[in-house]
Structure formats: C-alpha cells, structure tokens
T-cell receptor, first 114, second 112 residues
Framework: AQSVTQLGSHVSVSEGALVLLRCNYSSSVPPYLFWYVQYPNQGLQLLLKYTSAATLVKGINGFEAEFKKSETSFHLTKPSAHMSDAAEYFC????????????FGGGTRLMVKP | DAGVIQSPRHEVTEMGQEVTLRCKPISGHNSLFWYRQTMMRGLELLIYFNNNVPIDDSGMPEDRFSAKMPNASFSTLKIQPSEPRDSAVYFCASVRANTEAFFGQGTRLTVV
C-alpha cells in the first residue's frame, strides 16, 4: 500500500521568501511522485513529477522538488514566493502499476503575505 | 485537446433526487478516476477504471453511489438518492499509461 503525508496543512510566507512544502511518502515499489496545485474553484494542475530519472525535478512557475529515497521525501521548494503562488498544493504517489492509481496527501494551503 | 471535460460545473438538487455527473476523458487515456473533495476529508478516490473496466470501487461511500464507463470517451457517476452530506466537489481525472493524471474542472454538488 502507498501513502503520502504532507506536514503542515497551512503554510504562510512573505512575498519574496523561500517556499518549502513538505511531503513524505511510503511505497512498496519505486514510486512515481507528483506535485499538483489547485487554485480556487479550479481542478488540479500538475506542477512537476518524478519518474525515476533525475532526482531534482524542475516544474512550472519556478517550483522544484528533490526526491530523497533515504528520507522517503519529495519536498517542494521555490526560492522566492509570489502572490500568485497562493493556492493549495497536493503531493501524490503512484506505483506506476494498478492503472496508475494516485494516492494524494491531505494538501497544504500556501498563503503569501505582501 | 480540450482536456478532461466535466458536466455540469454546478448542480443544486433537493435531498432524495437522483444526480448524474458526467466526464469525458482525454482521448487516448486508458485510466479514469473519480475523486470527491470536501473540507473535512480532502481528496478521496471513489472509483477508478482501467480500459473501461472498474478496477477498485472501495472508495464508493455506499450503495447510493454508482459509476459506469460504457466506452473509452464517457463516464458517469450517479447518486441515488442524494443526501446533504454528499455535497462536495467531484473531480474526474484521466491518465495515459505511466504518465500524470489530468483533472477536469470539477462539479460542485450542493444537496439541500
């Protein structure tokens, strides 16, 4: 069975500050890992994905995440927060099998203060 | 491609009525998922299909919920009878083998 834990349901940063959203996973097989972003009243959009290639993955809007197998982590970072980054962020894991079933974490709501 | 298309975007219905939510996945995608999102429970997987066949429906809350995928380009999620606690945003997502999931815009269901 696979699972995802996102530490911190709410994170608040100042504009221009570092963004760090934490994600830990468990999986019995080498995982595929994803970060999705959800803006108000919209569906989920893919930010970035890890599928066993480079461990540092770059995504859209300046976000990146690093896969650390020893820590079973896939934390999302952005060097400088922008007001438009305010949204909810979901980490997800898939084992690439079983029809690509995604298991999502509980989500982290990012707030950006001016 | 237009992406995953869900209809309706908003649905308000009275308790006890039947509700049908619709989803058109992206052409060529072989897996389809129905999720429910609420403040209290977050994103919950209800059911998923692989090549039009239901693989896991363990997330369907009770027998009032049913889902079908009669062909590769259409799926429905039906609630009969609906209850106020079914109020949520329902998302459909489709996946091509070993790639990421693409989500629709969701259907916001309100049962009064």
């Amino acid at each position: 069975a696979q699972s995802v834990t996102q530490l911190g349901s709410h994170v608040s940063v100042s504009e221009g500050a570092l963004v760090l959203l934490r994600c830990n996973y468990s999986s019995s097989v080498p995982p595929y890992l994803f970060w999705y972003v959800q803006y108000p009243n919209q569906g989920l959009q893919l930010l970035l994905k890890y599928t066993s290639a480079a461990t540092l993955v770059k995504g859209i809007n300046g976000f990146e995440a690093e896969f650390k197998k020893s820590e079973t982590s896939f934390h999302l970072t952005k060097p400088s927060a922008h007001m438009s980054d305010a949204a909810e962020y979901f980490c997800a894991v898939s084992d690439g099998n079983a029809g690509n079933m995604l298991t999502f974490g509980g989500g982290t709501r990012l707030m950006v203060k001016p | 491609d237009a992406g995953v298309i869900q209809s309706p975007r908003h649905e308000v219905t009275e308790m006890g009525q039947e509700v049908t939510l619709r989803c058109k996945p992206i052409s060529g995608h072989n897996s389809l998922f129905w999720y429910r999102q609420t403040m209290m429970r977050g994103l919950e997987l209800l059911i998923y299909f692989n090549n039009n066949v239901p693989i896991d429906d363990s997330g369907m809350p009770e027998d009032r919920f049913s889902a079908k995928m009669p062909n590769a380009s259409f799926s429905t999620l039906k609630i009969q009878p609906s209850e106020p606690r079914d109020s949520a945003v329902y998302f459909c997502a489709s996946v091509r083998a070993n790639t990421e999931a693409f989500f629709g815009q969701g259907t916001r269901l309100t049962v009064v």
